[in-house]
């Protein structure tokens, strides 16, 4: 089945700083969705990008959805302590189902 | 979007025991999904809850493990039964946003220990 790769694993940045974190996949996305999960809580919807090329920004994070339709990328500018936690790439191939990358764990050193 | 409550929230269970976990959302959908986060991993789709038909398990995953009730278009239930350790994980269920944004929303997730 499809599988996502996502990177870095974790991040551990000064507060400030711009992240960014990028997921790959081996077969063509139609639809690349952002999470970020915080301890004890689901997954909340950040970012939904539904044609390739397409940038998107909310607030502080940009992602992109790539030309190619099997990579994506997430920013975050100028990070704040409550940007910790766990970020999540997940690409939704032809059909209704999520594939979901591995996480990033992001630290915010203040 | 679809507001999803979730219970219950946490649990330690005896293994050999079942569980079941409750997903009510405050507007009908289609599709319900449940999905399996294993400690410190990613989610992992279970299977599809259809309302009047059975669900539809992923590779790995069976009917008499995970039983899956979809009684109606708000409410689903997901049960583990004769649990052993290595089901302890976090339990979510997930609805399609609406049609137009592909987005999912999740509950808040059900934490289980099996001791």
């Known amino acids: 089945g499809q599988q996502l790769n996502q990177s870095p694993q974790s991040m551990f940045i000064q507060e400030g700083e711009d992240v960014s974190m990028n997921c790959t996949s081996s077969s063509i996305f139609n639809t690349w969705l952002w999470y970020k999960q915080d301890p004890g809580e689901g997954p909340v919807l950040l970012i939904a990008l539904y044609k390739a090329g397409e940038l998107t920004s909310n607030g502080r994070l940009t992602a992109q959805f790539g030309i190619t339709r099997k990579d994506s990328f997430l920013n975050i500018s100028a990070s704040i302590p409550s940007d910790v936690g766990i970020y999540f790439c997940?690409?939704?191939?032809?059909?209704?189902?999520?594939?979901f990358g591995a996480g990033t764990i992001l630290r915010v050193k203040s | 979007s679809a507001v999803i409550s979730q219970k219950p929230s946490r649990d330690i269970c005896q293994r050999g025991t079942s569980l079941t976990i409750q997903c009510q959302v405050d507007s009908q959908v289609t599709m319900m999904f449940w999905y399996r986060q294993q400690p410190g991993q990613s989610l992992t789709l279970i299977a599809t809850a259809n309302q009047g038909s059975e669900a539809t398990y992923e590779s790995g995953f069976v009917i008499d493990k995970f039983p899956i009730s979809r009684p109606n278009l708000t409410f689903s239930t997901l049960t583990v039964s004769n649990m052993s350790p290595e089901d302890s994980s976090i339990y979510l269920c997930?609805?399609?946003?609406?049609?137009?944004?592909?987005?999912?929303?999740f509950g808040s997730g059900t934490r289980l220990t099996v001791v």
């Open positions: 997940a690409g939704r191939p032809y059909g209704n189902k999520l594939v």
């Open positions: 997930s609805v399609e946003a609406d049609r137009e944004n592909y987005g999912y929303t």
